[in-house]
């Protein structure tokens, strides 16, 4: 549901100044918000600079005073750390105030912080993101939004600058439930590509014509069209770049796991989605967890 058609100029915090972070901060900065990061790493937060964050060295620091707190992390845990305890956002936000968490984190993580945000009088929405690096640096990403109404309407117009679908989906924790099915069968999508790939690759097929067919053909999907897992075909791919992230594999591997998890809670099993975990987890202990998911073909291959 749309909530609104536009955003004033807002005061915002970014905590999480990583491969995402830093793109789509950048685009709410270029869309006319006063940006303060925050980041562990000090790459990120001169990276962040020089898109005119301006970097505060805790969240202490960055929350006080602002309209929204993003969050961009890598688990539920270290979402958690950050918003809760006596030096989180939680405790030093303004009252009225939303933190917007665009991590993956899991359904329990997302409703425990929403019930620990309303204790401290802010709010919280659940806005996990899809598009990848690509789709943040181009403000094309497709947001899942779970959290009550009048937070989702404080959140949905800022995202504005980030995103090109924005979708209240419900309640909290129901924004990463949605990713949670969505990233489940983009991953077995990108596994599958992969494997096949490695296959055209034994077979002695031009990858070029590959694609090209298979991009015409019933085997043709997002991620094969997008993220191609063999080089020098499509441009953009990581695969075209070394395998750099991207998507990690080691992130693939968590929202498989978080997609397994879920669905052994239901008394279901996902037969694919378990295989394709598998994989991902084998191309990690080769080493490969911090290439991006194409570099699957790599573990695959070698």
Same mark, same amino acid.
């Not at 491969?19 to 869309?31: F, L």
């Not at 504005?160 to 090109?164: F, H, I, L, Q, Y």
């Not at 750099?244 to 080691?250: R, S």
């Given at each position: 549901?749309?909530?609104?058609?536009?955003?004033?100029?807002?005061k915002?915090?970014?905590?999480?100044?990583?491969?995402?972070?830093?793109?789509?901060?950048?685009?709410?900065?270029?869309?006319?918000?006063?940006?303060?990061? &925050?980041?562990?790493?000090?790459?990120?937060?001169?990276?962040a600079?020089?898109?005119?964050?301006t970097?505060v060295?805790?969240?202490?620091?960055?929350?006080?005073?602002?309209?929204?707190? =993003?969050?961009?992390?890598q688990n539920?845990? $270290?979402?958690?750390?950050? &918003?809760?305890?006596?030096?989180?956002?939680?405790? %030093?936000?303004?009252?009225?105030?939303?933190?917007?968490? !665009?991590?993956? /984190?899991?359904?329990d /993580?997302?409703r425990?912080?929403?019930?620990?945000?309303?204790? %401290?009088?802010?709010? =919280?929405?659940?806005?996990?993101?899809?598009?990848?690096?690509?789709?943040?640096?181009?403000?094309?990403?497709?947001?899942? @939004?779970?959290?009550?109404?009048?937070?989702?309407?404080?959140?949905?117009?800022?995202l504005?600058? $980030?995103?090109?679908y924005?979708?209240?989906?419900?309640?909290?924790?129901?924004?990463?439930?949605?990713? &949670?099915?969505?990233?489940?069968?983009?991953?077995?999508?990108?596994?599958?590509?992969?494997?096949?790939?490695?296959?055209?690759?034994?077979?002695?097929?031009?990858?070029?014509?590959?694609?090209?067919?298979?991009?015409?053909?019933?085997?043709?999907s997002?991620?094969?069209?997008?993220? =191609?897992? @063999?080089?020098?075909?499509?441009?953009?791919?990581?695969?075209?770049?070394?395998?750099?992230?991207?998507?990690?594999?080691?992130l693939? %591997?968590?929202?498989?796991?978080?997609?397994?998890? /879920?669905?052994?809670?239901?008394?279901?099993?996902?037969?694919?989605?378990?295989?394709?975990?598998?994989m =991902?987890?084998?191309?990690?202990?080769?080493?490969?967890?911090?290439?991006? !998911?194409?570099?699957?073909? @790599?573990? @695959?291959?070698?």
């Open positions: 549901m749309s909530i609104s058609e536009g955003a004033e100029m807002s915002i915090a970014w905590i999480g100044l990583g491969h995402m972070g830093i793109p789509m901060s950048k685009n709410m900065v270029d869309a006319g918000h006063t940006v303060l990061g &925050v980041d562990i790493a000090e790459p990120a937060r001169e990276a600079r020089r898109n005119g964050v970097v060295p805790t969240v202490a620091e960055a929350v006080r005073d602002v309209d929204a707190v =993003f969050t961009m992390l539920g845990k $270290v979402v958690t750390e950050v &918003v809760t305890g006596p030096d989180g956002a939680f405790a %030093h936000m303004p009252a009225g105030a939303v933190v917007v968490d !665009c991590s993956t /984190t899991g359904i /993580t997302a425990a912080l929403a019930t620990e945000a309303r204790q %401290h009088g802010v709010g =919280f929405v659940d806005a996990p993101v899809s598009g990848g690096v690509e789709g943040a640096a181009d403000g094309s990403l497709t947001l899942m @939004l779970g959290g009550d109404i009048e937070h989702v309407a404080i959140a949905e117009p800022l504005k600058s $980030v995103g090109a924005i979708v209240h989906v419900g309640a909290s924790g129901d924004g990463q439930a949605m990713k &949670v099915v969505n990233n489940a069968m983009m991953a077995v999508g990108m596994a599958a590509a992969c494997e096949v790939s490695v296959l055209a690759r034994r077979l002695n097929l031009d990858p070029q014509v590959y694609f090209n067919v298979v991009t015409q053909s019933s085997g043709d997002w991620v094969f069209r997008n993220w =191609f897992p @063999l080089p020098g075909v499509v441009d953009t791919s990581p695969s075209s770049h070394q395998y750099e992230p991207g998507f990690m594999i080691d693939i %591997h968590k929202d498989l796991y978080l997609a397994n998890a /879920t669905a052994a809670e239901f008394g279901l099993r996902l037969e694919t989605a378990a295989a394709a975990q598998k =991902f987890a084998g191309a990690s202990a080769k080493g490969l967890g911090q290439k991006d !998911c194409t570099g699957l073909v @790599l573990g @695959l291959d070698g």
